[in-house]
């Protein structure tokens, strides 16, 4: 992935060859435990920045998944309907969904990963 970008709500965001895949940074799947289930949205379906698209249930809690960016729904990780684990494994490689986005210039209002490390390390 180029140029990860990433939400106060801890969601990165990467491109690849042109397309925008969303998923939840290691400061996220560390709070959260042991992940054991993700809800994604079906492929098609519109997400809209800032607002909820999924989630992630772990043995500790569920948690929101805030989508970061606006767009519509063109991918979704298969992979971890079966070994949602995956994203406690390696949450940088194990993306949610792929988005195409409204408007690429979205990206730009998202905190690069100096500024995340940065707002993680307020958080306590």
């Not at 070994?83 to 195409?100: I, K, M, R, S």
Request: net charge negative.
């Amino acid at each position: 992935m180029d140029n990860l970008r990433f939400t106060k709500e801890h969601e990165w965001v990467g491109t690849q060859n042109g397309t925008v895949y969303v998923g939840i940074s290691d400061y996220a799947q560390h709070s959260l435990g042991d992940i054991v289930f993700a809800d994604l949205p079906k492929v098609g379906s519109q997400v809209q920045a800032g607002k909820v698209f999924g989630s992630v249930e772990s043995v500790k809690a569920v948690s929101d998944i805030y989508a970061p960016v606006t767009g519509k729904v063109i991918e979704i990780n298969e992979a971890l309907a079966d070994a949602p684990e995956l994203l406690n494994e390696d949450p940088y490689e194990n993306w949610l969904v792929a988005v195409e986005l409204d408007d690429e210039t979205q990206l730009d209002a998202l905190m690069s990963l100096d500024d995340y490390d940065a707002f993680c390390a307020m958080q306590g």
